[in-house]
């Protein structure tokens, strides 16, 4: 089997044109391509309910896009389950490349991420656009709240809290808009990690 160069060099970037995803853009994508957060980094590690593209080279019946399930894992022809998650797509081709050495010579792949969806937070409660969002890098509560379209009229914007999971347990961490729009407090503007949940009575 003849080496593809292209192949060779790098990873396969592939970028989704969800508007969701388009929300997050980070500026490194290509002029005038989608961007997303997350996938033009080569240290990103995958997620769960993530979907990556696997291209294996002159091999179309193994080659796919697939999600990752919740468990983590990824089905694959002659593979069959394959771990993705916490993984890097550069280290996922590398995994998936490793176990086709049993039946493909010297086999060559790339992996791409075409959606993710493991790295959003969630804003619930009085205000205008409730739902999920795409997870940017720094992404602190004020900047969630602003892309959730601002307050309802019966919101309690100083009963604000951020819902985190820590060691298995939920934690409440307290956000008062007021007190941090007004320069006040500002340790609360807490950086939201993967799956906060802003709740805004």
């Known amino acids: 089997m003849r080496k593809s160069p292209a192949l060779l060099t790098g990873f396969l970037l592939v970028l989704s ?15 005038g391509a989608p961007a997303v957060t997350t996938s033009s980094d ?5 997620g769960a309910q993530d979907v990556v593209r696997i291209d294996v080279w002159k091999e179309p019946e193994i080659s796919r896009v697939t999600p990752v399930r919740p468990d983590g ?11 993705a998650a916490g993984l890097t797509p ?3 081709a590398g995994s998936i490349s490793e176990g086709l050495k049993k039946f493909i010579t010297n086999p060559q ?3 791409g991420v075409t959606e993710i969806n493991s790295r959003r937070v969630y804003v619930t409660g009085e205000v205008i656009k409730p739902g999920a969002f795409p997870l940017q890098a720094g992404m ?12 309802t009229q019966f919101a309690r914007v100083k009963g604000i809290y951020v819902l985190r999971t820590e060691d298995g347990k939920q934690v409440k961490h307290p956000f008062n808009y007021k007190d941090v729009v007004s320069g006040k407090h500002p340790e609360l503007n807490i950086v ?3 799956a906060d ?4 009575p």
């Open 197 to 200: 949940v802003i709740v805004v």
């Open 140 to 151: 602190t509560v004020l900047q969630a709240l602003t892309s959730s379209g601002g307050f």
């Open 42 to 46: 080569p240290d990103y590690k995958i």
């Open 73 to 83: 894992r990824i089905s694959l022809p002659l593979l069959n389950d394959v771990q």
């Open 109 to 111: 792949v790339t992996v």
């Open 192 to 194: 939201l990690q993967p």
């Open 90 to 92: 550069t280290q996922l």
């Open 17 to 31: 044109c969800g508007s969701a995803l388009r929300a997050a853009q980070d500026g490194g994508a290509p002029k």
